[in-house]
């Protein structure tokens, strides 16, 4: 196993790499989350919101630091605390229901010994127990690895990094479990459209409802057609449905926004 950390003279004088992983009642995958993170380093920091279930107690049991910061409603900077809590030359962002492949492992072990760079890989969703290629949930590409000093993340929500380096792509790839029930998938989905909505609103945006409407029709056409996502079956089918209301309800609540404010 890789610790991550460079030796000098017998003595432990730099870690080289903090796997950050931020959590909200996530008992059900945080073991599984940290023991697959340990296999590129040591040092997995749990940067917990506020957890009501045993996340934060099975974290520790599994050897992760675990710092509290409040939520706030902005991703950015529960992501940009982590730059805070760290003395790594490197950061590794992982979310709780993310699991690294085992190429992507030793991609990383490879990466933190180079030079500047941020790096990216590839992220294959599974839904409600199917692997998802195409539509809302087709494979993506994420920016995850950074040299610690060296990037910000920005936006409350839909949050990305900002790097000063050049970026590569890393091989192997992240899985991501990403829905596995409907409970917690409208849950995510109201979530995401209020803190849409008010960036949205902060940043100067308006709208109306005629808007709306074509915005949630043409992200359902993009959806189910453009990227294919009827290909998946029947989840691409709905999940295409109900991208439609996600679009059409982020500019539902910014109208909200307008009318409460005018």
Not at 147 to 163: D, G, I, L, S, W
Not at 188 to 214: M, S, V
Request: hydrophobic fraction near 40%.
């Amino acid at each position: 196993m890789n610790s991550a950390v460079r030796i000098r003279n017998g003595d432990e004088v730099e870690k080289i790499l903090t796997v950050v992983i931020l959590t909200k009642d996530e008992e059900e995958n945080i073991v599984d989350c940290i023991t697959n993170a340990k296999q590129v380093t040591e040092d997995v920091l749990v940067i917990d919101s506020g957890s009501e279930d045993a996340t934060v107690e099975l974290a520790k049991s599994v050897g992760a630091r675990v710092v509290y910061r409040a939520w706030d409603d902005d991703f950015s900077a529960q992501r940009n605390f982590a730059i805070e809590n760290s003395d790594a030359e490197w950061l590794f962002y992982l979310d709780a229901d993310e699991r690294l492949s085992e190429e992507l492992v030793q991609s990383v072990r490879e990466a933190i010994n180079g030079g500047d760079c941020c790096y990216s890989m590839p992220r294959k969703a599974v839904a409600f127990g199917q692997l998802c290629s195409h539509g809302v949930l087709r494979p993506d590409k994420v920016t995850r690895l950074f040299k610690r000093t060296h990037f910000k993340y920005v936006n409350k929500v839909h949050e990305r990094p900002e790097c000063s380096d050049p970026c590569k792509e890393l091989k192997g790839y992240l899985e991501h479990y990403t829905y596995t029930d409907w409970h917690r998938y409208f849950i995510k989905f109201n979530q995401y459209t209020t803190l849409w909505a008010e960036n949205a609103y902060a940043k100067g945006k308006r709208t109306n409802y005629f808007a709306a409407i074509g915005h949630g029709l043409f992200g359902f056409i993009q959806m189910a057609f453009l990227k294919g996502g009827i290909l998946d079956s029947w989840i691409g089918f709905v999940l295409s449905i109900n991208h439609f209301f996600y679009t059409y309800m982020k500019y539902v609540k910014l109208i909200d926004l307008q009318r409460k404010n005018k």
